[in-house]
C-alpha cells in the first residue's frame, strides 16, 4: 500500500529534482531555489530556501554521508552547500561555461560529477574542489548520470540517446545506443549481482526516455571480456515520455514519472506494475525513494512535492518475506538461518553457513573479521552485503529510531567502538582509519583537512549506546 501522507507546495515553479540523505529531502526548481525538509515532520530546515543560483536549479543531490549538498544550474555551475547549516562550500563553474543539467557525487565521496547541455563531463575531487578530470559525450545534452555501488564507474545518458559508461579515470568503457528518443534519467541499483561461477560482477541499471519507455539494463564486468551493457527488459505503463526513473535501495522495486502525469512503481524481479498514483496535475518531472526509510518523493511540474509511505512487505517482497522466520532472531535455528539467507538471496552461503553450524544467536554476532578468516569469504562486496543484511536484522530488532549521535556520520550505522577525530565529530574506528588510509586527510563531516590523524577512543559515548542497548533489550 502506498500512501500520500504528505504534500511539500513551497517552490513558486516546476519542481526538477528531488533527493533524499538519511534525514532530509532536498528539491530544486526553475524558481532558482533548493529547499531542504527533515524526515521527522516534513518541515523546512531553518536555513532553507538555498540561494545562490541566477538560473533554474534543474538537479541535486546529497553525498553518501548526507553532510553535503551539490545542486547545478542553467547559470553554469554546480554549487556545493554544507547541509548543516546551508553554507555555501564552493562555485564550481563549468569550464565550458554550458547550463549544468545533472550532478552526481560517488558513493565514496571522492568525487563530484557535472553534466552539461553541451555534452561536455567533469570530474570534481571533492577534497581539494578543483577538477580532476574532464570529457565530451559524442553527441547531445548530457541529462543523466549514476554511479555503480562500487564507485569504479559511472553512466551517462544523453540527449540524443546514448548510454556511456566511464571509469573513475573518466575513459570511456562501452557505448549504446538505449532511446531514440533521447535518455532522460538512469539509475543503477545499489545491490549489485555476483556470479560466482562465472566471476562476472552484475550490476542492475534502469534507463527511461522520450520514447515513453522504461529498459532494465545489466552492466557486466568480466576480466577477460571487459564491460558489456545488456539489454534486459522493457517495463510498459507510461503512455508518454517518461521523464524520471529510480530504484529502492534494495533493488526491489523502481519508481517512474512521466509526462502523463502518472507515477508508476514496478516490481523490479518480475516487471508487473505495484502501483500506479495518479495525484500530480501536470508532469511528474523527479522521483526518489528514501535510503533508510519507507518514504517515496515525487515531484512534479505543478511545483508540488508529493511525500508517500509505502508498505515495506509489499507483493514484491512478498516470495520471500512469507519464507523469513518469524521467531527471534536470537532463537533462530540453522535452518531459520538458511531460510532466511534464501529471503535476501544469499542463497549460495547457505553450505558454508550449515557447515559452520551458524544458527541465530551465531549469526547476530558475525563481523567482518569472522566472515574473512573463519568462513573464508574471500569477496570484499560480499563480505559488506552479508554484514548490511545482519545489521538491517539488528535494527529491525530495535524498536526505536535509534540516536542520530550514536550512528556513524560515515557509515550511519550504530557505532561500537565510537573514537573522536581531530575535528571534533566522532566516527566508528574501523570507518574513519578507512576513511583515512584512502589517503583522505579531510574531514568527512565539514571537508576541511584534518589537523591531525589522532583518534581518541570515545568512552563516553561507547558507554552511552552500551546502556541504550540494554534499555532497548528489556
Sequence with gaps: MATLVHTLADHSDDVNYCAFSSSCLATCSLDK?????????????????????????????????????????????????DAGDGRVLAVLAQPSGSPVRVCRFSPDSTYLVSGAADGSLVLWNTQSLKLYRSGNVKDGSLVACAFSPNGNFFVTGSSCGDLTIWDDKMRCLCNEKAHDLGVTCCDISSQPISDGEHGFRHFQMASCGQDNQIKLWLILFADVLGVELKYKCTLNGHSAPVLACAFSYDGQMLV???VDKCVII???????????????????????FAP????????????TVNIWH????????????????KVAVEDWSEDDVSAWLCAQDLADFVGLFKRNNIDGKELLNLTKESLANELKIESLGLRSKVLQKIEELRIKMISVTVPDEFLCPITRELMKDPVIAADGYSYEKDAIENWISNKRRSSPMTNLPLPSLVLTPNRTLKMAISRWLETQQK
Excluded at 278 to 286: D, F, K, L, P
Excluded at 292 to 303: E, I, N, Q, W
Aim: glycine residues 6%; aromatic residues 8%.
Design 33 to 81: 531555489t533548493i529547499r531542504v525538509y527533515s524526515l521527522n515532520n516534513f518541515t523546512e530546515l531553518p536555513y532553507s530556501p538555498l540561494k545562490g543560483h541566477t538560473y533554474a536549479v534543474h538537479c541535486c543531490c546529497f553525498s553518501p554521508s548526507g553532510h553535503v549538498l551539490a545542486s547545478c544550474s542553467t547559470d553554469g555551475t554546480t554549487m556545493v552547500w
Design 256 to 258: 517512474s514519472g512521466s
Design 266 to 288: 514496478y516490481e523490479t524481479t518480475t516487471g508487473n506494475t505495484l502501483h500506479t498514483l495518479s495525484q500530480h496535475t501536470r508532469y511528474v518531472t523527479a522521483c526518489a
Design 292 to 303: 533508510c526509510s519507507p518514504l517515496l518523493a515525487t515531484g512534479s511540474m505543478d511545483k
Design 310 to 325: 509505502f508498505d515495506l512487505k509489499q507483493p514484491c517482497a512478498a516470495n520471500t518475506v512469507e519464507n523469513e522466520p
